[in-house]
């Protein structure tokens, strides 16, 4: 039984979080092993781990120590397959490190290196209708999914990363030059993919063309907007989602500003505070949201209808919304200047496969 290299994974407890996030997503293991000098495991950081730490606001020069999950579950180096598969279905991990008797790391054993991961029945909703009024004049001539970036229309990209991730079931909901996204993209065969078409007579919004589908997804499924670049793994979306027992999950970026002048707090004519140039910080929609099926409950036919909406609609019924926060590659081509920098960053990000490279 072959293991994965664990020292391509492994940090010392100082390692700023920024080191984490880059070995992990080089490595594509989707954790981190934190040890000392002796080898010994001190702890984990996943995927998730890091996420929940940048929703409590941890900066990217927090060691890996303040992040790490202490005592994960570990096995020891002579179990057999069938055992460790037991011991990672049961702990729900996906990742399980190898440790002698004495605690030192001697190997890594990732779930989808033992199970040949099948074809995902998640289904994937692509928001390939809108006007790209802001990218006028060039989406006078040609729908926004369809504008280059990197030698070759933006959905193009999207519907090649969701192939090569094994997701074969797509559907495009289109209005704008709608023919022209047809045309392009046929039923999909040509990337190994069914892509079936959701046409809006009239605009429906980023929610209301999920009224269109054909019958209720048989699984969580995934919607996004078609005018974003980005390197996100959507499997470990859907993972999160389902791990988070959330009714959806909206995909969050974190933007950052700041405020060009001092600031001065007052109360009255009195001076409290100065501050200079603060920096703010929030959460923006990314744009890409993981949803269970019933939430389509929610959805009113023929109305437009906007996830944002949907989300206030949920949270007003207790349902249960989470955010994801993204920290992969992510820009949203919805304006000239993001625009010419998805131009530019394209080749840097991805193969001519549109995978990592």
Same mark, same amino acid.
């Given at each position: ?18 080191? *984490? ?12 092993? *934190? ?13 998730? #781990? ?15 120590? =303040? ?19 037991? !011991?990672?279905? #049961?702990? %729900? ?46 989406? $006078? #001539? ?17 519907? $090649? ?14 209005? !704008? ?18 892509? #079936? !078409? ?55 970026? $974190? !933007? ?13 004519? %009195? ?46 019924? =207790? ?8 920290? =992969? ?10 625009? $010419? ?17």
């Amino acid at each position: 039984m072959t293991r994965a290299n664990w020292r391509d994974v492994c940090l010392d407890p100082d390692t700023p979080l920024e080191e *984490v996030i880059r070995r992990i997503t080089e490595t594509a293991k989707q954790i981190a092993l *934190v040890a000392g000098d002796d080898h010994k495991l001190l702890g984990t950081i996943t995927d998730g #781990d890091i996420r929940r730490g940048i929703l409590r606001g941890l900066s990217l020069e927090t060691p890996a120590r =303040e992040i790490m999950k202490e005592n994960p579950i570990v096995a020891g180096p002579d179990l057999a397959r069938d055992v460790l598969l037991g !011991y990672m279905r #049961d702990g %729900r991990v996906k990742q399980l490190p190898i440790v002698d008797a004495q605690g030192a790391l001697v190997g890594l054993e990732l779930l989808d290196d033992m199970l040949s991961a099948p074809d995902a029945d998640n289904w994937i909703v692509v928001m390939a209708g809108g006007l790209g009024t802001r990218l006028r004049p060039i989406t $006078e #001539d040609i729908p926004k999914p369809l504008v280059p970036v990197g030698g070759r229309p933006v959905l193009e990209t999207i519907i $090649e990363q969701l192939a090569g991730q094994g997701f074969t079931r797509i559907f495009l909901a289109v209005n !704008y030059l709608a023919d022209q996204v047809r045309d392009h993209f046929g039923d999909g065969a040509r990337w190994g993919v069914q892509i #079936d !078409y959701l046409e809006e007579e009239t605009r429906l919004g980023t929610a209301g063309a999920l009224t269109l589908l054909p019958h209720r997804p048989p699984a969580p499924f995934l919607v996004m907007n078609a005018d974003l670049v980005t390197d996100i793994d959507f499997r470990r979306l859907l993972n999160f989602h389902g791990d988070q027992t959330a009714d959806a999950t909206m995909c969050v970026r $974190e !933007y950052k500003f700041q405020v060009p002048y001092g600031v001065v707090e007052t109360q009255g004519n %009195r001076i409290t505070q100065l501050t200079e140039k603060p920096q703010h910080s929030y959460f923006v929609n990314s744009g890409i949201y993981a949803l269970e099926p019933e939430v389509l409950d929610l959805v009113p036919d023929g109305h437009f209808y906007d996830m944002t909406t949907l989300f206030d609609d949920l949270l007003a019924r =207790e349902g249960h919304g989470v955010v994801f926060p993204v920290h =992969e590659y992510w820009i949203d081509i919805g304006q000239f200047d993001d625009l $010419e920098r998805a131009r530019t960053d394209f080749s840097n990000v991805f193969t001519p496969k549109g995978k990592r490279a």
